[in-house]
């Protein structure tokens, strides 16, 4: 559903499969959000640089991929569906009205639109791929605007809810390239890792949640050097989780 997202074909003996919530700014066509355009080239309505970087990432690592083809701010995928925010009215300073103004039948109906295809068709492809490890991208912004003081100096962030296990592999493998890494940071796990809880710790799948920061990827040449950086990393978490 080009609509709804995007598929990266892959093969299943990569034992991975990659899901990205947030890849994308679109917003369709009969769907006026009441914000000014500048808005969807932000943080708030984009996971900056994740589309490009996740079609290099599975690439590199020829695994399967999900990438989701509309703006957060339409549906946020990365919630669940019954949570306010999955149409959020307000985002780090920025007023969204035409969300604010949803009924709960509007609502409903743009969670079904969205929210069930997206993630009905990443539970089939996981049923089809059986892979032995799932990750996810995402990208942070260096500064809230409504935190400007609160810097977040990470180069990427690992989260995690109640499942550790590629966590505890892959930061200090990050951190033995000099990076600065947040453990369960900018944000923690434990507290918003929707798609992780739904399609990975569910099902006892291990899985790795990785946030870089937005202005390393924001390029295409950022992105090739994350995408060469992390497919390695990603791989031997795999590995070392099936031994």
């Not at 559903?1 to 369709?28: C, F, Q, T, W």
């Not at 929210?115 to 799932?134: N, Q, T, V």
């Not at 990785?210 to 791989?235: T, Y």
């Amino acid at each position: 559903m080009k609509d709804v997202y995007r598929e990266i074909e892959g093969s299943a003996d990569s034992g991975l499969m990659l899901i990205a919530d947030h890849a994308s700014n679109r917003v369709p066509d009969d769907i006026d959000l009441g914000v000014h355009p500048s808005v969807l080239d932000k943080h708030v309505a984009v996971d900056i640089g994740v589309d490009r970087l996740s079609g290099l990432v599975a690439g590199r690592l020829e695994c399967p991929a999900i990438i989701a083809n509309v703006s957060r701010l339409v549906v946020d995928l990365h919630r669940e569906h019954d949570h306010p925010d999955a149409t959020p009215a307000h985002s780090d300073g920025h007023h969204i009205p035409a969300n604010a103004a949803l009924d709960e039948a509007a609502r409903r109906a743009r969670i079904e639109r969205f929210w069930h295809p997206y993630h009905g068709r990443a539970s089939e492809l996981i049923d089809h791929h059986d892979p032995d490890m799932l990750f996810t991208l995402h990208s942070f912004t260096p500064r809230l605007e409504t935190r400007a003081h609160e810097s977040r100096p990470w180069h990427a962030g690992i989260l995690y809810n109640q499942d550790d296990r590629a966590a505890r592999v892959a930061i200090p493998k990050l951190e033995a390239l000099g990076l600065h890494v947040g453990d369960n940071q900018p944000y923690s796990g434990l507290e918003l890792n929707a798609t992780m809880d739904l399609h990975a710790e569910a099902r006892g799948l291990p899985y790795l949640a990785i946030e870089v920061r937005n202005d390393l990827i924001a390029d295409a040449e950022g992105a090739r050097k994350w995408a060469e950086l992390l497919a390695p990393i990603i791989a031997e978490t795999r590995d070392a989780l099936k031994k």
